[in-house]
C-alpha cells in the first residue's frame, strides 16, 4: 500500500495549510517531526475527538471555526460557554455530545499540564476521560504524543476481514494485538513512524477500494485478498 499510495502526511495540522512543507490541507507527507508546539498538539487532540462518527471534511471546517474564534485552546474550549463551543462544532455532528467531551479533555489536560511539560496522558489517563475510547485514545497517542500505540478503526477491520486475517468479530484489542505481535519493519524506520503509516494508508485504501462496496479493479493487495 505505501509503494501504491506513498507517505500520507498524518496527523494533518489544519493550522499549518499551505504554508511550505504542508499542502493546502495541512497534510505534511514524508515529515514525521510534527506536532512541534503545544496548539499543535492540541489541535490533533481535538481533531482526534471531533472526528468520531464523521468526516474528515466536516473536521476541517469545525477546526476553522475553532481557529476563526480564538477557542482551539484547552483554556479557551474550558472556560466557554457549552452553547457557545455547539454552535462552532455543528458541522462535526454530534456536537452536544462532542462539547462534553472536548470540554472534560480541556479540562483533564489543565490539571494535569500536559501541554506545558510535554508528558504523555497515557493510555490509562485518556480512557478515564468520559467521551474518549480506545480508538480515539491511540490516535492522540500515537499522533499528538508520538508513542507506539497502532490505532484500530472500522476500516482495519474490514480491510483484515476481506483479507481472511481475521473473522470480523474480534474486540479492538484484539485486532491490535494482531499487529503489535507483528514487528518485522524497516530497521531504519521507527516503529511509530511504522504505525502512522500503517493506519493511514488503510484509511486511504478503504475510501479508494476497500469501501462497503468494494472497488476490486486496479486494488494494490487484490493478489492477497480472499474477497477480491
Not at 20 to 33: A, E, I, L, V
Not at 80 to 95: M, N, V
Request: glycine share 8%.
Amino acid at each position: 500500500m505505501y509503494a501504491f499510495y506513498g507517505p500520507r502526511g498524518w496527523w494533518p495540522v489544519r493550522t499549518k495549510a499551505g504554508i511550505p512543507g504542508f499542502d493546502s490541507r495541512g497534510y505534511h507527507k514524508g515529515d514525521y517531526s510534527l506536532p512541534q508546539s503545544p496548539g499543535e498538539v492540541f489541535e490533533i487532540v481535538t481533531g482526534a475527538i471531533l472526528t468520531q462518527n464523521t468526516s474528515w471534511k466536516n473536521v476541517e471546517k469545525t477546526i476553522e471555526e475553532l481557529k476563526q474564534k480564538d477557542m482551539l485552546s484547552p483554556h479557551a474550549l474550558a472556560g466557554s460557554d457549552p452553547g457557545d463551543i455547539a454552535r462552532l462544532i455543528r458541522s462535526s455532528g454530534y456536537y452536544n455530545q462532542k462539547t462534553k467531551k472536548l470540554i472534560n479533555t480541556s479540562l483533564y489536560f489543565l490539571k494535569e499540564k500536559f501541554l506545558e511539560t510535554s508528558l504523555s496522558p497515557g493510555r490509562t489517563g485518556l480512557l478515564s476521560v468520559w467521551g474518549i475510547g480506545p480508538e480515539t485514545a491511540d490516535s492522540i497517542l500515537l499522533y499528538a504524543f508520538g508513542e507506539p500505540f497502532f490505532v484500530v478503526d472500522a476500516y482495519t477491520k474490514r480491510l483484515l476481514t476481506r483479507l481472511g486475517c481475521i473473522s470480523g468479530n474480534e474486540s479492538y484489542d484484539e485486532v491490535q494485538k494482531y499487529f503489535t505481535a507483528r514487528k518485522k519493519i524497516p530497521e531504519a524506520l521507527p516503529l511509530v513512524h511504522y504505525y502512522n503509516e500503517y493506519h493511514a494508508l488503510i484509511v486511504e485504501h478503504a475510501k479508494q477500494h476497500c469501501r462497503k462496496n468494494p472497488i476490486c479493479p486496479g486494488c494494490p493487495v487484490k493478489r492477497i485478498c480472499r474477497y477480491g
